[in-house]
């Protein structure tokens, strides 16, 4: 019960609010021909499902999924506290220490693709049809669990960085040079399929054996920063779209206009966040983040202030 209080709150209530504050900016954008505002077209969002109607969770399809899962995962929350678990992972322990080991995962990455893609083909984001999405992001998920429940599984990844690394590059080679030399196009969207699973298992591991490595010590920009994820994730997209929609239509060449998008929009999502966002208790809960301490706690304890708010990740 606690878990799952937790996850609505960190989850639900930005996913509700971003629905009615950031998601109309996007599609108000895209059909902007159609409405003389942003206010007469609020009244319309209720008007059929996206992209032919208005209704839309667009990038909070994330937030959905993370929630979904975890009603899938909430019967067993208390398992991962239990000796057997800590037995297993123990001997999962031993067994990533053995190179590229942990590639066993993608066994069942790929019997969930061969058994659902042919009736769920495309990724969708929209929950109720697409279970082959989901089944992968499951399987992540708690391979995020398993991993780094125990430190000695991190370290072996941190020891194996390199082998992850060169094992994504080569999969990235396939998937974009191999493909294009063959002629069968089902052959070929096969292996791309296959090689972009890899792709996306080794890239990860070889991030954490990376981060374990040279990113593994505190610090205030650490903190600052964590806190800052989960805003920054509701806000970038809406920025991205509201700048971009006025800078594709400047008399300039493309690389210009890619750059100032990039930097403007990172710039002024970081800026709602730290003068806006995380200011105020009331947007502080819309955007997932834990209220601030009261006046009176900081002032006894003013290192609270610091501490990061947990990943919104269990």
């Excluded at 206010?39 to 969002?45: A, E, K, R, W």
């Excluded at 769920?120 to 992540?140: G, K, Q, S």
């Excluded at 990376?210 to 650490?222: E, G, P, Q, T």
């Amino acid at each position: 019960g606690q878990y799952l209080g937790e996850r609505f709150k960190r989850l639900m209530i930005p996913l509700l609010a971003g629905i009615f504050i950031l998601v109309p900016v996007q599609v108000y954008i895209e059909k902007s021909t159609q409405y003389d505002s942003l206010l007469s077209y609020f009244p319309h969002m209720f008007e059929g499902i996206y992209p032919t109607g208005n209704f839309s969770w667009h990038h909070l399809w994330f937030i959905v999924y993370l929630f979904f899962i975890s009603l899938v995962i909430s019967p067993f929350v208390k398992s991962f506290r239990r000796n057997g678990f800590e037995r297993f992972s123990n001997k999962l322990a031993r067994f990533a220490s053995v190179p590229l080991s942990l590639n066993i995962i993608l066994i069942p990455l790929y019997v969930s693709q061969v058994l659902l893609r042919p009736y769920f083909p495309e990724n969708t984001h929209a929950l109720v049809n697409d279970w082959a999405a989901m089944a992968y992001y499951i399987i992540f998920f708690l391979c995020g669990i398993l991993l780094l429940s125990n430190p000695k599984i991190s370290d072996s990844i941190r020891d194996q960085r390199y082998w992850y690394l060169v094992e994504g590059i080569l999969a990235t080679l396939v998937m974009f040079v191999v493909t294009e030399l063959i002629t069968d196009e089902s052959l070929s969207r096969s292996i791309w399929r296959i090689s972009s699973h890899l792709l996306a298992w080794s890239c990860g591991l070889a991030a954490i054996g990376f981060a374990k490595k040279y990113l593994n010590r505190n610090s205030k920009l650490r903190k600052l920063a964590n806190q800052a994820i989960y805003p920054f994730y509701l806000l970038h997209q809406p920025v991205i779209i509201v700048i971009g929609y006025y800078v594709v239509r400047w008399n300039i060449s493309v690389w210009p206009k890619v750059l100032i998008i990039m930097i403007s929009s990172f710039l002024i999502s970081v800026s709602i966040y730290w003068f806006l966002v995380r200011r105020l208790n009331i947007t502080r809960v819309i955007f997932g983040m834990k209220t601030l301490p009261k006046k009176s706690q900081v002032e006894k304890a003013p290192e609270m202030v610091l501490v990061p708010v947990r990943s919104f990740l269990p």
